[in-house]
């Protein structure tokens, strides 16, 4: 099963984390950014990030989120060759225990790039900072396509924010449950109803199995009138998130197996 969960941007202004960068290069400070298994370090125009996750670059899109406020939405590949999988039931347990029901998820990898003139001028296709966390983006890629048994990722912008997924060309093509052409119903729901049927309508006329995760509160309130007649899913999924004042970015998680 696959689960589509949906978080909520900061509601500080990417103005605000450009003017706090540039008082930070301008004072040659130093800012650190730690979470679970990721580390993120900002020196003047240095910047550093480390993790050490099974969805590395679902990782990495967190930390970098947080920081600078560019929403960042992750998709997680298909996992289909064994170097992409391993047993975490099979290292915690000991001999006397026996054999035991395998649990795989990805293999948990580390990644970690540095970029020494991190630039946050705008452009005039782009908002302040999502060029250069883009580039940054791509560098991560990059390092993370050397690892053994990875997918390949690639990233771009969208309409909120930037969205890495499986590589989609010529000669790669990785298609997720949001790639799925579907239709809908055009009727007023909740926004929450409306992601909820979305899901359903993936599983049901395309035969993907995806369920709705975490989303925010608000969309239990919050009302949207929109249908869809052979439309991409994903595009769907942005058309009603573009509905609200206030960016998003979402997480496309296939669960350990």
């Not at 580390?39 to 990495?60: D, H, I, M, T």
């Not at 590949?77 to 225990?97: F, H, K, M, R, V």
């Not at 940054?136 to 930037?162: A, C, H, M, N, W």
């Not at 007023?188 to 049901?204: A, P, Q």
Request: net charge positive; hydrophobic share 40%; glycine share 4%.
């Amino acid at each position: 099963m696959t689960y589509l969960n949906i978080y909520r941007n900061s509601t500080k202004s990417l103005l605000a984390f450009a003017i706090f960068f540039f008082i930070i290069h301008l004072y040659s400070q130093e800012t650190k950014l730690n979470g679970v298994n990721g580390r993120l370090f900002v020196s003047g125009g240095k910047l550093s990030l480390e993790v050490q996750s099974s969805r590395p670059l679902a990782k990495a899109a967190d930390l970098l989120e947080r920081r600078f406020g560019v929403p960042i939405s992750y998709e997680d590949p298909e996992y289909i060759l064994s170097d992409d999988l391993e047993d975490l039931a099979s290292n915690n347990q000991t001999e006397a225990q026996g054999k035991q029901k395998k649990w795989l998820a990805p293999r948990a990898t580390h990644l970690t790039a540095t970029v020494d003139n991190f630039d946050i001028t705008k452009t005039p296709d782009k908002q302040p900072l999502e060029s250069s966390v883009e580039n940054f983006t791509k560098t991560l890629i990059e390092r993370d396509i050397l690892t053994p048994g990875r997918r390949i990722l690639q990233v771009g912008p969208i309409s909120s924010g930037l969205l890495i997924r499986p590589q989609k060309n010529s000669t790669s093509i990785q298609e997720t449950a949001l790639d799925r052409v579907i239709s809908m119903e055009n009727k007023e729901r909740s926004l929450f109803s409306f992601i909820e049927e979305l899901c359903k309508t993936i599983t049901i006329q395309q035969g993907t199995p995806i369920e709705v995760g975490n989303i925010p509160l608000d969309f239990l309130r919050l009302k949207v009138k929109m249908g869809a007649e052979r439309e991409i899913a994903r595009d769907l999924l942005l058309r009603s998130l573009n509905t609200l004042n206030y960016r998003t970015s979402w997480r496309l998680a296939l669960p350990a197996f």
